[in-house]
């Protein structure tokens, strides 16, 4: 008698998708260099320290919410803005 062998058909997996780790880069070196570059050239140029501040306090608002923006999430919004409205009510 004779008998049937069955093939077994693979099955497709799905490769695990793993995020990099974040690792320190040139975007983070170039910053960490150049806000107390900027704010010690304008230092220099007699702006007030009170308006360096300032300028410099915008800027990496401007950038945290460009990671915010470009990483999605309404947690990290909504806490950014939290973090912003209690750091501007000096709490």
């Known amino acids: 008698m004779p008998t049937e062998t069955t093939l077994a058909v693979p099955v497709p997996v799905e490769p695990v998708r793993t995020d990099p780790a974040s690792r320190f880069g040139a975007p983070q070196a170039f910053t960490a260099v150049s806000f107390p570059v900027l704010g010690g050239a304008l230092h220099v140029a007699g702006v007030p320290l009170q308006d360096i501040f300032v300028l410099l306090g915008g800027c990496g608002a401007l950038g945290a ?3 915010v923006a470009v990483g999605g999430g309404r947690r ?15 709490k």
């Open 76 to 90: 990290r919004a909504a806490a950014l803005a939290g973090a912003v409205l209690r750091a501007a009510a000096g």
């Open 65 to 67: 919410a460009a990671v």
